[in-house]
């Protein structure tokens, strides 16, 4: 096609040239040879461009025109569609901050049960601690109690015997002593002066 629009162009360019004659004109003197084949050149090329050129051009042009449109309705969509996750994902992280909060909130709850609850059972066991304490100590108290009438009945006998000068027996002594010192009453400090 392309040769076949030279080829025409070449043919009704050069009669035009053909005809003029060699003397010189001036640029601004109407020639109507040239002006007629100008004219019919522009008239066939016109033809040839409309019946052969226009038409897929304007096709083009067409495609891309509806191409773009297309393209600037999927950016609309697209923009849409992003701008409709980040609000869902702005909701989802707002959810995500409300549960951490409270979680953190029911941490401290808990947190703080479990201190008390420590803090009680340190409590309860410094009573036990403190009874047993007090237990052991009134036991080694009455162990010591115990061990000086021991001693004291020790005492008395050795005394005894030096004064009576073995006159009786140890054992009936010490029975004679252990039933007088069993008879004096024992008085227990009080409790509340410690």
Known sequence: MRKILTLSLFLL?????????????SL????????FWTLIIFITLWIVLARYA??????????REA???????????????????????????????????????DARTAGEK????????????????L???RREIEAER????AQLRREAVELAISGAEKVIERNLDSDANRKIVETFLASIP?????????
């Open 13 to 25: 360019a050069a009669p035009a040239y053909a005809a003029e004659p060699a003397e010189s004109t």
């Open 28 to 35: 601004m003197s109407p020639n109507t040879g040239l002006m």
């Open 54 to 63: 226009f038409k897929p051009i304007t096709a083009a042009v067409e495609a």
């Open 67 to 105: 191409a773009l449109r297309e393209a600037i309705e999927a950016a609309k969509r697209d923009r849409d569609e992003a701008a409709l996750l980040l609000l869902q994902h702005r909701a989802k992280i707002e959810d995500a901050r409300a549960d951490a909060q409270r979680f953190i909130a």
């Open 114 to 129: 479990v201190r008390a609850h420590m803090l009680e059972e340190a409590k309860a066991e410094q009573q036990e601690m």
């Open 131 to 133: 009874g047993r304490a």
């Open 142 to 145: 009455d162990r010591a109690i």
């Open 186 to 194: 024992v008085s227990k400090p009080d409790r509340a002066s410690r």
